[in-house]
């Protein structure tokens, strides 16, 4: 018997197609008015950073994430009970955040653990 799981709330959704190539400006401009955004030019953020070890990927989360809420690393430290060194440490890829902490960092700036991780 199967347990049940918690499924991820989604608010996006991306949507692929297959049909003329002649319509594709037409479908894109129809897309656009229903509040529908063009990423067929986008990179996954993993991929932008190439030379990048897990560590510094997950320090870059995390800054990015902090500077979108306005918090500085103080302000973060003290949402979290985590120390400001630490934060610090972890955003510049030299300590592993570790899946507690990603937790912690996720309920305090309104995002998904797993970004951290």
Avoid: C
Avoid at 25 to 44: I, Q, R
């Amino acid at each position: 018997m199967q347990g049940h799981t918690k499924k991820r709330h989604t608010e996006n959704i991306e949507l692929r197609f297959i049909g003329p190539i002649v319509n594709r400006a037409m479908a894109v401009e129809k897309l656009k008015s229903l509040g529908f955004a063009n990423t067929s030019d986008a990179v996954p953020w993993r991929e932008a950073y190439p030379d990048s070890t897990n560590e510094q990927l997950a320090g870059k989360a995390l800054a990015g994430m902090r500077y979108r809420e306005g918090l500085t690393q103080m302000q973060l430290a003290t949402k979290t009970g985590i120390p400001q060194r630490h934060i610090s440490e972890m955003e510049n890829g030299k300590r592993t955040i570790g899946k507690k902490n990603a937790k912690l960092f996720a309920e305090a700036l309104k995002t998904d653990y797993r970004v951290f991780l």
